[in-house]
Nanobody
Framework: QVQLVESGGGLVQAGDSLRLSCAASGRTFSMYTMGWFRQAPGKEREFAAVASPSGASIYYRDSVKGRFTISRDNAKNTVYLQMHSLKPEDTAVYYC?????????????????WGQGTQVTVSS
C-alpha cells in the first residue's frame, strides 16, 4: 500500500507561482510512475504532468508546458509540481497519483494510488 499526501495549494493571483508537494509512504516509491492530475468543477480529471520512476522521462499536457515542472526526490519519497505563470484556467483540485508500473500512462484510471487533493485557485 502507498499513501499519498499533497500540500502546497492555495489562492493566488494570475501570474503567481506555487509549488505542490506530495509525500508518499512505502519503500517502493522509486518503482512508481508518479503523476499530477487536476480536476476543475464540472470537468473530467486530466493529467497535468507525469514522471517516470527515475524521473528521466517527463510528460506535460500542452497547456502547462513551459510553465509547470514536475520533479521527484526518490530519497525523500516526494514528488513536486512547480507551477509558474498561473492562469485562472489552472484553477482546480490537484491530485498526486502513483502507478505501480514502469509503463507510461496519462490516464487517471491507470493509476493505483491517489492523494486527497489540494485546491489551487487562481484569480484574475
Amino acid at each position: 500500500q502507498v499513501q499519498l499526501v499533497e500540500s502546497g495549494g492555495g489562492l493566488v493571483q494570475a501570474g503567481d507561482s506555487l509549488r505542490l508537494s506530495c509525500a508518499a509512504s512505502g519503500r517502493t516509491f522509486s518503482m512508481y510512475t508518479m503523476g499530477w492530475f487536476r480536476q476543475a468543477p464540472g470537468k473530467e480529471r486530466e493529467f497535468a504532468a507525469v514522471a517516470s520512476p527515475s524521473g528521466a522521462s517527463i510528460y506535460y499536457r500542452d497547456s502547462v508546458k513551459g510553465r509547470f515542472t514536475i520533479s521527484r526526490d526518490n530519497a525523500k519519497n516526494t514528488v513536486y509540481l512547480q507551477m509558474h505563470s498561473l492562469k485562472p484556467e489552472d484553477t482546480a483540485v490537484y491530485y498526486c497519483a502513483g502507478r505501480s508500473s514502469f509503463t507510461r500512462s496519462l490516464l487517471p484510471q491507470d493509476y493505483d494510488y491517489w492523494g486527497q487533493g489540494t485546491q489551487v485557485t487562481v484569480s484574475s
